[in-house]
């Protein structure tokens, strides 16, 4: 398994998004997962807003993979509430986990 920080330290943010939402100086913010566990991070917005301090123990907590999907939600001020969807290795289409379900046993 890699980490996904291991190819990267700092996580990219949307600027659109973070220009309108979040404040435009560095700012620790939260990372909250659905289990109420939490990790500061570091928002840097710039040019290229980013996530960076704190980013990588994330992203190790939660045994992030490339290919995985982090959603973030915006939960207060300087919070967010992240689902993580997992990559599947290799890809199974829906129509044949479908069919497999209504397989009888």
């Not at 979040?22 to 997962?33: F, G, H, I, S």
């Not at 500061?40 to 990588?56: A, E, H, K, Q």
């Not at 959603?71 to 289409?93: I, K, S, T, Y």
């Amino acid at each position: 398994m890699t980490c996904a920080c291991a190819r990267a330290r700092v996580q990219r943010f949307p600027t659109g998004f973070s220009r309108q939402h979040l404040p435009r100086e560095r700012t620790d913010v939260v990372l909250r997962v659905p289990g109420g566990k939490a990790w500061v991070v570091l928002y840097i917005p710039n040019t290229r807003d980013r996530l960076s301090r704190g980013w990588c123990a994330f992203a190790r907590g939660n045994c992030l993979e490339e290919g995985d999907y982090c959603v973030f939600e915006l939960a207060g001020a300087a919070e967010f509430r992240v689902h993580v969807f997992r990559v599947v290795d290799p890809p199974v289409p829906a129509v044949r986990l479908r069919s497999a379900a209504s397989d009888p046993i």
